[in-house]
């Protein structure tokens, strides 16, 4: 089984973010299910991406999120993902809930990491997907190549 971690960005861009970022979003994820990826998650991304609506009292926007999540399916969370978490952020000098994020994705063998955040492009650990929302008039990349700081149109 191929798995896809689909990261909090990617979700909260699809759900809060601008129309037009939705049909590049829907895109990408649309082509990694045709490819027979399962696209996963876990609870750090639920944390993520609900902790917002929850404190600003947006049960219609929380309800979106759990929507998403409920079909989406869940990874748990390994015992070690904070040990893990601590040498990726210093090897791939990430943020601590970016590095849980890896460390989860990789713990379960995840072939890609889905995301729009531009700090997972030179990822070494995993293989990123990066949809550049920068520019929605571009072709998604091909789900079967790397994505590398060649491909980021600003260098």
Not at 28 to 47: G, H, M, Y
Not at 79 to 89: E, G, P, Q, R, Y
């Amino acid at each position: 089984m191929k798995l896809a971690y689909v990261d909090a960005c990617v979700w909260i861009s699809l759900v809060e973010g601008l129309t037009t970022y939705q049909p590049k979003i829907r895109a990408a994820l649309k082509n990694l299910a045709l490819d027979n990826w399962v696209l996963c998650t876990s609870d750090a991304v639920r944390l993520e991406v609900l902790i917002g609506p929850l404190r600003k009292k947006q049960a219609p926007l929380a309800m979106a999120y759990r929507a998403i999540l409920e079909t989406t399916p869940v990874l748990k969370t390994p015992k070690s993902v904070f040990t893990d978490a601590l040498s990726i952020a210093e090897s791939e000098r990430l943020k601590a809930m970016d590095a849980v994020h890896i460390a989860i994705a990789n713990h379960y063998g995840c072939g890609r990491f889905v995301t729009t955040d531009p700090h997972f492009i030179s990822l070494s650990l995993l293989t990123p997907l990066w949809i550049d929302l920068a520019n929605t008039d571009v072709p998604e990349v091909s789900i079967d190549e790397p994505s590398s700081a060649d491909d980021d149109p600003a260098s």
